[in-house]
């Protein structure tokens, strides 16, 4: 009886503890968007007509009349079902489906912050990161995240059932398939000390096969709307001009120097993703110990990052001077459950100290090159000097480097308190940009 009494006053505290963070976020985000409205720095607020941008309106057009799919032009058999159609069965307009769709990432971040123990700060860190502004929109961000926050869970409790029913959900609401699959077997291989059993060999079949049945699924509904096999991939090559190309150098992305300081900074995180597989399957086959090692939930997010990277340098259109663009590459990785525990999982495991600093300077440094440190920026066209060049880059480090004070106790709470109210503040200034049609991602 005493057991039931303390699970039920741990399980309340830990709420109070999640809506006090919550609500700290949602206050700070309204006091600064309402201040700067009023200062007239912000010259708009959201409505139903201008929070439907860019993606918003193809989701918007599925909830209405369903697929359609034209060979000659852009249609919107380029996306995933599963959010406009539940937007249908809600029978509310855009700013009713941002508030649910709010309510349904607070559902997905309580669920992590419970399953894998966030403090507070942890967690107001994760939720006020910049992209998570797509979790206020009417875009899919929202029931992905909770998707994939239940497979998450899934994971870290051996929970058959929901790993399965989690990733094929996850796969009808957004085109994650094929870099679940890599994640699927790095996890299975990698996660235990023996490389290859008959148990890992069932998981990865059972657990690709609900991927894919998610995927075929998508396939399916589409063909049967628009008569097209595999609309999706058709409509993705032809006109997003997703295609195969080697990276080109200075990365840009579209919308210049208004976003690309973030798509740089999810760049940078896909980096360190792609540095901490290597780092750890080296310690792997060293047989070294590490409680990351035995970690599913950390394998799988961190090959989801290093997934979502390589797509975006090598599948992503060149802008007309050649660049690589890698333009939403910050929607792709922020605004998901996968690098909130990566990010989690470096800050609970990780300390400040000269290996780990030795790793963020370095994948740092290699950022800022891929950026284009040292070369004439495409970007910073408009205002071109080596004035605000070096201010990019410092300022751009400087932000980077709170989250490596985070790892610091004895100056954790300052940095996270920073970078938190940095982060809201960034928050307000891309909802802006988006709600007057600017490129946020």
């Known amino acids: 009886m005493s057991l039931l009494k303390n699970s039920i006053s741990n399980q309340k505290e830990s709420l109070l503890s999640f809506l006090t963070a919550a609500g700290a976020y949602i206050f700070l985000f309204l006091f600064l968007y309402s201040t700067l409205f009023f200062l007239g720095f912000i010259t708009s607020i959201p409505d139903d007509k201008n929070i439907i941008r860019w993606d918003a309106n193809w989701y918007e057009s599925i909830k209405n009349t369903g697929y359609y799919h034209f060979w000659f032009q852009s249609s919107n058999s ?249 333009m939403s590459i910050n929607r792709y990785l922020f605004s998901t459950a996968f690098f909130f525990v990566f990010l989690h999982s470096l800050f609970l495991t990780f300390s400040l100290n000269i290996k780990t600093t030795g790793v963020f300077i370095l994948t740092l440094l290699l950022t800022c090159l891929l950026l284009g440190l040292g070369m004439p920026l495409a970007f910073l066209k408009e205002y071109q000097s080596y004035h605000r060049t070096t201010f990019f880059f410092l300022a751009f480090s400087f932000y980077l480097v709170l989250y490596l004070l985070v790892l610091r106790k004895e100056c954790s709470a300052y940095a996270g308190t920073v970078l938190f109210t940095v982060n809201v503040l960034l928050s307000v200034y891309l909802l802006f940009l988006f709600i007057t049609e600017k490129w946020v991602a």
């Not at 094929?178 to 060999?201: C, D, G, R, S």
């Not at 597989?277 to 997010?301: D, E, G, M, V």
């Open 78 to 326: 380029a996306f995933f079902p599963f959010f406009p159609y539940a937007w249908r069965l809600f029978h509310v307009g855009p700013i009713g489906i941002s508030l649910i769709n709010l309510f349904v990432f607070f559902t997905g971040a309580y669920i992590l912050f419970r399953q894998f123990s966030f403090s507070r700060l942890q967690l107001l860190i994760c939720i006020s990161i910049p992209s998570s502004i797509f979790f206020l929109l009417p875009y899919t961000e929202s029931f992905f995240f909770l998707f994939s926050a239940l497979l998450l869970s899934g994971l870290h409790r051996n929970n058959t059932r929901l790993i399965l029913l989690s990733l094929f959900l996850c796969s009808v609401t957004r085109a994650t398939t094929l870099f679940f699959v890599p994640a699927i077997i790095v996890m299975e291989l990698f996660a235990e000390k023996k490389l290859i059993t008959a148990q890992k060999l069932k998981n990865i079949f059972y657990y690709c096969l609900a991927a894919l049945a998610g995927l075929f699924t998508v396939v399916l509904i589409q063909f049967a709307q628009t008569g097209v096999w595999f609309a999706f991939a058709k409509m993705q090559v032809k006109f997003w001009r997703h295609l195969f190309s080697w990276p080109r150098i200075p990365f840009c992305s579209f919308g210049d120097d208004k976003i690309i300081w973030l798509d740089g900074l999810a760049l940078f995180f896909g980096l360190l993703a792609s540095a901490c597989l290597l780092i750890f399957f080296i310690r792997y086959l060293r047989k070294s110990s590490h409680p990351l090692l035995q970690n599913k939930a950390f394998w799988f997010s961190a090959t989801y990052l290093f997934m979502t990277t390589v797509y975006s340098l090598f599948f992503n259109e060149h802008n007309p001077s050649g660049a690589t663009s890698i």
